[in-house]
């Protein structure tokens, strides 16, 4: 199954990566793009195909802020995230909108997920990893291609902070090494910074 197409923008000042996953007549959006531009172009680039999900790898500002206008554009698309991260959604002193001097809380997601559960579009399903310690509820998504969306839990060069609310190097740490079990030749698609790197070349960095 070659149809999965994968994009990414980050255009946004926070130089945080949002992916937009389509595959046969259906897509999904991985962390929301907090410019409205990109809103725009994920129109362009489904091409009349349905937005069904939209998904947070966790709900710290810089990746929910998109999340109002996106409920606005694609009315008919379920917005799931972990149940233990709801609280950022609404409180600003977790989802760190109070540092921004914004102080925002934004719409809690429609449907909860959690570990093993499996997102479907088109053709292709996406495992659903527990993967906290940068926050309470964090997540993963898993294609058995090869394909790894870690959110800000796993970088190409690094790993997520944990000197946030919520945060705590040690769970951060058994996520990663529960991350580092998969495939070598899978890819990552991290939440900032560059993306597509293999999975083995970040092992050899360590945690």
């Given amino acids: 199954m070659n149809d999965l197409e994968i994009y ?42 349905k937005l069904k999900y939209v998904i947070y790898t966790h709900g710290h500002y810089d ?5 109002i206008e996106a409920r606005e554009h694609y009315k008919n698309a379920i917005h799931l995230a972990h149940p233990t991260e709801y ?14 001097g914004k102080g925002a809380g ?24 527990d993967t906290p310690g940068h ?15 870690t959110g800000d839990t796993l970088f190409s060069f690094g790993l997520g902070r944990t000197d946030f609310k919520g945060g705590d190097f040690n769970t951060i740490k058994k996520s990663i090494e529960k991350l580092f079990t998969y495939p070598d030749n899978t890819l990552i698609y991290p939440g900032h910074n560059e993306y597509a790197t293999k999975l083995s070349q970040r092992k050899q960095m360590g945690i």
């Avoid at 934004?106 to 996406?126: A, L, M, Q, V």
């Fill in 8 to 49: 990414a923008v980050n255009r946004n000042v926070y130089a945080m990566n949002s992916y937009l996953v389509i595959s046969e007549g259906e897509g999904m959006i991985i962390d929301t793009p907090s410019d409205p531009f990109d809103i725009k172009k994920y129109d362009e680039l489904l091409n009349g195909r």
């Fill in 63 to 67: 990746h929910i802020a998109g999340s």
């Fill in 87 to 100: 609280i950022y959604f609404t409180d600003s002193t977790y989802n760190l909108s109070n540092e921004f």
């Fill in 106 to 129: 934004y719409p809690i997601p429609d449907k909860p997920i959690k570990e093993n559960d499996t997102i479907e579009i088109g053709r292709h399903s996406f495992k659903v990893i």
């Fill in 135 to 149: 926050t309470l509820g964090g997540i993963s998504l898993y294609n058995s291609e090869g394909h790894l969306f």
